[in-house]
């Protein structure tokens, strides 16, 4: 299984991003799909996350500024990140989980880093 992240970079308070995370090589079915983030010297937070049926969650700190959506027939999902602020600035990582076992299966992508200079 494999995630790739990519649409991270470099960008000025105030301006937007859009993160995308594909995911290949599973035979089971995607459930959750979610974007965390790090901060340096922070633990790992939930930033977004849409289920299978399409409900969505947010942190508060993103709320009105951040849109997770996804696109089932590319097995991918995106985050769209507008309006950024310095505190936006971290590694995001992707997150899914399959439909394998009693609880679904966890798996991480290996993250993208976003930078948002004052």
């Known amino acids: 299984v494999q995630l790739v992240e990519s649409g991270g970079g470099l960008v000025q308070a105030g301006g937007s991003l859009t993160l995308s995370c594909e995911v290949s090589?599973?035979?089971?079915?995607?459930?959750?799909m979610g974007w965390y983030r790090q901060a340096s010297g922070a633990e790992r937070e939930l930033v977004a996350a849409v289920t299978s049926g399409g409900m969505t969650d947010y942190a508060d700190s993103v709320k009105g500024r951040f849109t997770i959506s996804r696109d089932n027939a590319k097995n991918t999902v995106y985050l769209q990140m507008n309006s950024l602020k310095p505190e936006d600035t971290g590694v995001y990582y992707c997150k899914v989980k399959f439909s394998a076992g009693r609880n679904g299966l966890d798996y991480w992508g290996k993250g993208t880093l976003v930078t948002v200079s004052s």
């Open positions: 090589g599973s035979i089971f079915i995607i459930l959750d």
